[in-house]
């Protein structure tokens, strides 16, 4: 089981505490001044992936003290545990093992004395077969025509993974099919898609691993109305709609045969889903070759966080530099920043990576943190992101740790579009460290010609204190394999952070109450239930709600 270690009860907790006492207040260029390796000592390279760590705000004596601390939180054991099928979902008695779903050299994997790897296998058959036949337009819809578009229903991590996938990988779509995604249970969001679908040629992906989701069940049940609705018959379900799920029995009580049924396993947290049979829309929309490269770039930083040591393990190192700002510098949030419009969904699908996974504030002893843990996570792609909230992080009040994401090569030859990018990425990055002194700034406006009247008004705020951190990620091309890495590179980040908070990171307890809520307040929404019993304000809410109603 998992070690129950309270993280500021240790020993290298405390030398953390003094050490950053001494270096809190060192500028980041003073660490590169007095050290001209800096560069070559903190950036790692795995595969075609260089990550520098040097534009952060630690030496090398931070980072031993942060393997001692890892290792007295006993993370070694930890990993293995994990990978091993260890139940360390310990709050809902579960396995985590969705590297098995990415273990494409097939050594076995046993839980409770079987091998998973065995059904696994299975259904990656299975998805081969069926997208292949989606793409080849062997898979004829009602009338006889191929299927061209996938619509996936799911929410949460039935939705997330998946679509940022298809989007960050538009390079690699299969020209003949287009997979769209609909999670928002605001009709608004399945109107608006099926407008641009065709019932004769479309194909729902039913994604849910409870299939008890509200929004998807919801979802679900209005494209089943409109596929009728529209001229499907009822034998024709079959061949347009397939479930992803756990759950065989709500499967066929919601009337999909249940050999259109791709199942996955209890030990698949729904945020780490995107790497079982919830990625079918991947398979259709990319092939499944692609999809398997996807696999294998994840499989390859599985054994590398399996086993390298902390000197060289990435996502160890993410992770301890990720502790370093939220519970010595007291960062609340972290940024991440692709510079590639096609991961536009990264930052948000890392935001329920992360803060699902480690937004708890009760320990594994069953007690209140008096510490921080998982930071709010938010990104958006630069450069846009440059001309909308950088300024809070060059010039505003709070310390944001930013992780820049981008590639060598890019897949679009549009003129010099993609040097610019990337000089905006490596400006950023440089500005953030370096800022501008009040000197610097001083001679710059003389140099435009200001008068000293006018400079001593404005300089204060021309001013960039610098030394803001920063994490650069340079990958040479975003191929398949190498956005499977970046994927299992942050996850392994999370798992070792929770490891060292000593929180659970595969539990989600913390989302049910605000389902219990709604699913009680929808008769009250529809005017058929008294709001007897709620607290004044959702009363009144109500009642506005129903009165307004009444007026259209
Ligand atoms: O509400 C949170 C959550 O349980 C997520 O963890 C999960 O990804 C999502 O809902 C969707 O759940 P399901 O796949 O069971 O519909």
Known sequence: ML????????????????HYQQIKDKKLTEFFDEDPLRFETFSQRFKNILIDFSKNQLGKDTMELFSRLFNECKIS?????????????????RAV????????????????????MLSINEVWKQMEVFSNKIINGEHKGYTGKPISDIINVGIGGSDLGPQMVYEALKPYHQKRIKCHYV?????????????????ETCLFIIASKTFTTQETMTNANSARDWFLEKGGGINDISSHFVAVSTNSEKVVEFGIDPNNMFVFWDWVGGRYSLWSSIGLSLCCGLGFSSYWKLLEGAHEMDIHFRNESFENNIPLQMAAIGIWYTNFFEAES????????NMHRFAAYFQQGNMESNGKSVDRNSKKVDYSTGPIIWGEPGTNGQHAFYQLIHQGTHTIPCDFIGFVNSHYQMGDHHPKLMANF????????KGKSKIEAQSELEAMGKTSNEIKEILDFKVFEGSKPSTSILGEILDEKTLGSLIACYEHKIFAQGIVWNIYSYDQWGVELGKALANELVPMVKGKATSKGKDASTIGLLNAYLELSKSR
């Open 3 to 18: 070690s129950k270690i309270n993280p500021t009860t240790t020993q290298t907790w405390e030398k953390l505490t003094a």
């Open 334 to 341: 972290e940024a991440i920043l692709p510079y590639d419009q």
């Open 426 to 433: 490596f400006a950023q990055t440089e500005a953030l460290m």
């Open 183 to 199: 999670s928002n249970i605001d009709g608004a969001h399945m109107a608006e898609t099926l407008k641009k679908v065709n019932p």
């Open 97 to 116: 093992l969705h590297t098995a779903l990415r273990n494409i050299s097939k050594s076995p994997i046993y839980l409770e004395g079987k091998n998973v």
């Open 77 to 93: 054991e930890s990993i293995e545990h994990q990978f091993t099928g260890g139940k360390i979902n310990r709050t809902e008695n």
